[in-house]
T-cell receptor, first 117, second 113 residues
Framework: GAVVSQHPSRVICKSGTSVKIECRSL??????MFWYRQFPKKSLMLMAT?????????EQGVEKDKFLINHASLTLSTLTVTSAHPEDSSFYIC?????????????FGPGTRLTVL | AQSVSQHNHHVILSEAASLELGCNYS??????LFWYVQYPGQHLQLLLK??????LVKGIKGFEAEFIKSKFSFNLRKPSVQWSDTAEYFC???????????FGAGTTVTVRA
């Protein structure tokens, strides 16, 4: 089946620093990728939709200047948490529907655990 | 905006017991429905999905789900669970005219050997 990877799997950083998380589709192309945030014992909340070659679409309440998204190619999207603070600590998950699949199935990455001290 | 509710936060049962997890959604239009599973330390995997046709959907690992349109429900079932079914289960809904998935809060299932 299709595989989505994320790097790093976990990161610990100091407050005020920026952290970049990569999401790659390994064996398929994706013009769209989704970034979710998952709180403990909570659902996945969609943060933004990453679009290859154009600006990302952010959900209401998500600060676009804080969570920078770049969809550099058909297999790579990056999420940069700028000036991270402890409240940004969370589990970040990306997903990607294969190009042309009409979003009928999304393949999820393993997630990145971010801890901001 | 649509919402998805899962009735059980944590379910504990013994091997060979039957499992049913509730899922209800609020959206008036046509929807696509999904159940995902997240095993400990692993990424989300698709268990089964419903788009149209037979409302009883069979998925992987012996799971099935039934779409009841009048009740806005898509409950997940397995007749006899195994220890390896211990995982987090998420119901998700996508309006057929949209690309966004909305997830329920998840149900933790613990199967005791």
């Amino acid at each position: 089946g299709a595989v989505v990877s994320q790097h790093p799997s976990r990161v610990i950083c100091k407050s005020g620093t920026s952290v970049k998380i990569e999401c790659r589709s390994l064996d398929f192309q994706a013009t769209t990728m989704f970034w979710y945030r998952q709180f403990p014992k909570k659902s996945l909340m969609l943060m933004a939709t990453s679009n290859e070659g154009s600006k990302a679409t952010y959900e209401q309440g998500v600060e676009k200047d804080k969570f920078l998204i770049n969809h550099a190619s058909l297999t790579l999207s990056t999420l940069t948490v700028t000036s991270a603070h402890p409240e940004d600590s969370s589990f970040y998950i990306c997903s990607a529907p294969p190009q042309g699949s009409s979003y009928n199935e999304q393949f999820f990455g393993p997630g990145t655990r971010l801890t901001v001290l | 905006a649509q919402s998805v509710s899962q009735h059980n936060h944590h379910v504990i049962l013994s091997e060979a017991a039957s499992l049913e997890l509730g899922c209800n959604y609020s959206y008036g239009g046509t929807v696509n429905l999904f159940w995902y599973v997240q095993y400990p330390g692993q990424h989300l995997q698709l268990l089964l999905k419903y788009f149209s046709g037979d409302p009883l959907v069979k998925g992987i690992k012996g799971f099935e789900a039934e779409f009841i349109k009048s009740k806005f429900s898509f409950n997940l079932r397995k007749p006899s669970v195994q220890w390896s079914d211990t995982a987090e289960y998420f119901c998700a809904v996508r309006p057929s005219n949209d690309y966004k998935l909305s997830f329920g809060a998840g149900t933790t299932v613990t199967v005791r050997a």
